[in-house]
T-cell receptor, first 111, second 111 residues
Framework: GQQLNQSPQSMFIQEGEDVSMNCTSSSIFNTWLWYKQDPGEGPVLLIALYKAGELTSNGRLTAQFGITRKDSFLNISASIPSDVGIYFCAGSKTSYDKVIFGPGTSLSVIP | DGGITQSPKYLFRKEGQNVTLSCEQNLNHDAMYWYRQDPGQGLRLIYYSQIVNDFQKGDIAEGYSVSREKKESFPLTVTSAQKNPTAFYLC??????????FGSGTRLTVV
């Protein structure tokens, strides 16, 4: 079946540092999504990408839809303690397909 | 405000008992999903429903059952046949363009 790989699996960074994480797939996706899950809560959608090469920002977050349509990247600038959580990438081929989730990147921010 | 509500937040079950987790959405979404999350793990799909009165098994359906009698509601029953039910359960619904909207989860513990 389709699988997504996320790297790194976990990150420990100093407050104020920039963060980069990525997601790769063996299949082409037409939609890429990035979610954040706070401890004990459900994931919340951060950014949705619908076009190859698309670069979208949401505050300090920037995500890109890879040109091959098999990958996506999420960057967080100037990290703060509330950025702590698990970041999931997700992809789907069409708006009617089930979304496939990656295994997540766990981010810890050291004040 | 539209959203998706899961209840209860915490649930304790004795071994051999069935329990039902509630999920209600007022987003007018056709599709609804149940995921299981174990500590430090990603999301695993239990069941999903794309339309009222219809649902399909996900990757780990054994020991679980669902119903979809109303568009707004998609309850999950964890049966006694599920041998390791202690986990965090997430319900989600989806419209067409913006990925999945998740509830805040139910933490089930077997005592």
């Amino acid at each position: 079946g389709q699988q997504l790989n996320q790297s790194p699996q976990s990150m420990f960074i100093q407050e104020g540092e920039d963060v980069s994480m990525n997601c790769t797939s063996s299949s082409i996706f037409n939609t890429w999504l990035w979610y954040k899950q706070d401890p004990g809560e459900g994931p919340v959608l951060l950014i949705a990408l619908y076009k190859a090469g698309e670069l979208t920002s949401n505050g300090r977050l920037t995500a890109q839809f890879g040109i091959t349509r098999k990958d996506s990247f999420l960057n967080i600038s100037a990290s703060i303690p509330s950025d702590v959580g698990i970041y999931f990438c997700a992809g789907s081929k069409t708006s009617y397909d089930k979304v496939i989730f990656g295994p997540g990147t766990s981010l810890s921010v050291i004040p | 405000d539209g959203g998706i509500t899961q209840s209860p937040k915490y649930l304790f079950r004795k071994e051999g008992q069935n329990v039902t987790l509630s999920c209600e959405q007022n987003l007018n979404h056709d599709a609804m999903y149940w995921y299981r999350q174990d500590p430090g793990q990603g999301l695993r799909l239990i069941y999903y429903s794309q339309i009222v009165n219809d649902f399909q098994k996900g990757d780990i359906a054994e020991g679980y059952s669902v119903s979809r009698e109303k568009k707004e509601s998609f309850p999950l029953t964890v049966t006694s046949a599920q041998k390791n039910p202690t986990a965090f359960y997430l319900c989600a619904s989806s419209g067409q363009l913006y990925g999945y909207t998740f509830g805040s989860g139910t933490r089930l513990t077997v005592v």
